[in-house]
């Protein structure tokens, strides 16, 4: 079987789009269309459902997806062995998504510095909400997830990667600022949140339950999107919110923004490394991990 054949399928599987999955490989629309036709023709099948608004694998389009990735993980791994392409220069493309909180902080430096040591990689990020990335990884539109939360999903897995510490956040010279208040205090407080799907919202909300509180039992007034909108929030004085410290580290230097500490809740959290489940990492994904983990504290 040409494996040319399976890469192009799976690549619309993955992008949903012939174009997408054209500019992902490098060739012409026309050329994944011929791709595909001529390995439904092989197998005697309707592959892609192409009447709706995206491209969706039929059912037969989903068996074949799953033996496909498997069938070009292989013959990754065996050009690997044969050409011993374990040492070198590293080339390609390292395409990751990144949470609010490391995407607005942490990554950015980590990424830039690894291009900067292997100048041949091109390296690509996307910053979403945890759910969202965790879903791209899941569909391969990312190779690599980095998210503050590991919300269950049969097509990822997840490994530790760092720790965070999750502060509450308040504008200059809040009278919580500085201190540690108690939860009493903290519920006649305005309180900022950041949407569903997001992983200092989980945290958050994982810790109240421990001490028998919920999310609404607090006086939350606006629900704000990610990180950067309630960051702002806070630093124009309207509200108290939970956030990632490194997220609020050079307000915290500028006097921009002050922080305190909820009596009873230790909101430090997991960052966490997610992939794609069964899916063949390439040696930029590897080399990335690894000069990661040598630089972030243990």
Same mark, same amino acid.
């Given at each position: 079987?040409?494996? &040319? ?6 690549? $619309? ?28 023709? !092989?197998?005697? #099948? ?12 039929? @059912? ?14 292989? @013959? ?18 390292? @395409? ?25 990689? /091109? ?10 990335? =965790?879903?791209?990884?899941a569909e391969r539109e ?13 097509? $990822? *897995? ?7 510490? +999750? ?19 903290? /519920? ?11 992983? +200092?919202?989980? $945290? %958050?909300?994982?810790?109240? !339950?421990?001490?028998?509180? #919920?999310? &609404?039992?607090?006086? +939350?007034?606006? =629900? ?11 630093? *124009?004085?309207?509200? =108290?919110?939970? %956030?990632?410290?490194?997220? %609020? ?7 921009? %923004? ?10 430090? &959290?997991?960052?966490?490394? +997610?992939?794609?489940?069964g899916r063949a990492e390439? #040696? ?8 990661? #983990? ?5």
């Open positions: 079987m040409d494996t &040319r054949q399976l890469a192009a399928f799976c690549a $619309v599987v993955e992008r949903k789009s012939f174009s997408q999955a054209a500019e992902r490989l490098g060739v012409t629309q026309p050329a994944v269309s011929l791709q595909i036709r001529s390995l439904e023709q !092989r197998l005697g #099948r309707q592959l892609l459902d192409r009447s709706g608004r995206r491209v969706e694998p039929t @059912e037969a389009g989903l068996r074949l997806y799953a033996s496909a990735q498997k069938v070009l993980a292989l @013959e990754q791994q065996l050009l690997a062995d044969v050409t011993g392409d374990t040492e070198g220069t590293l080339t390609g493309t390292l @395409e990751l998504g990144a949470s609010t909180g490391p995407g607005g902080t942490v990554v950015p430096v980590l990424l830039c510095e690894f291009q900067e040591a292997h100048p041949e990689v /091109r390296v690509r990020l996307s910053v979403s909400d945890t759910q969202t990335v =965790v879903a791209q990884v990312l190779e690599l997830g980095v998210v503050g939360a590991a919300p269950r999903h049969r097509g $990822v *897995a997840y490994e530790p990667f760092f720790r965070d510490e +999750v502060v509450l956040a308040c504008p200059t010279g809040h009278p919580f600022a500085g201190k540690t208040v108690s939860l009493d205090a903290l /519920r006649a407080e305005p309180l900022l949140v950041m949407q569903e799907g997001a992983g +200092v919202r989980q $945290v %958050i909300e994982d810790e109240l !339950r421990k001490v028998g509180t #919920r999310l &609404r039992d607090l006086n +939350v007034r606006v =629900v704000l999107g990610l990180q950067e909108s309630v960051r702002s929030a806070v630093a *124009a004085g309207h509200g =108290v919110t939970f %956030i990632s410290r490194t997220g %609020i580290e050079s307000d915290l230097a500028a006097g921009t %923004i002050a922080m305190a500490r909820v009596r009873g809740l230790d909101p430090v &959290r997991e960052i966490f490394l +997610v992939r794609a489940g390439t #040696r930029a994904a590897q080399a990335f991990v690894e000069f990661a #983990r040598s630089r972030l504290p243990k």
